[in-house]
């Protein structure tokens, strides 16, 4: 079930770019209905100061792309955006990912 290679999220770059977009091609089973596409996730950053994107890698791999809703004027954040590639789910991906998150955003100003 689960990998045991490390979780990290990373920067969205030009070197990664392609990657974290191509991974929203692998949905399956009309998941695609469900989170849009990572391209648009990241459009939308560029457009609010709030949006905190990262790539999900495990070890080298990209993995899928999260967004966080990053307030800390007003202590708030929020899980905006979260998928995981179809060949890597069920892997224990999301939930890793999840408790990662966490432990950043314990470490935000007013976050409880």
């Known amino acids: 079930m689960g990998s045991t290679q490390s979780i990290s999220l ?3 770059t030009s070197d990664n770019l392609r990657e974290i977009v191509r991974l929203s091609d692998t949905l399956q089973d009309g998941q695609g209905h469900f989170v ?3 391209d648009f996730s990241l459009a939308e950053a560029c457009t609010n100061v709030r949006a905190w994107p990262r790539g999900i890698f495990a070890g080298e791999t990209a993995v899928g792309f999260l967004m966080l809703h990053d307030d800390p004027d007003k202590g708030e954040y929020f899980l905006w955006r979260l998928m995981i590639g179809g060949q890597f789910q069920r892997r224990g991906y999301g939930r890793r990912v ?3 998150l966490a432990e950043h955003v ?7």
């Open 10 to 12: 990373r920067p969205v």
């Open 36 to 38: 849009d596409p990572n």
């Open 98 to 100: 999840v408790e990662t």
């Open 106 to 112: 314990r470490t935000r100003p007013g976050a409880t």
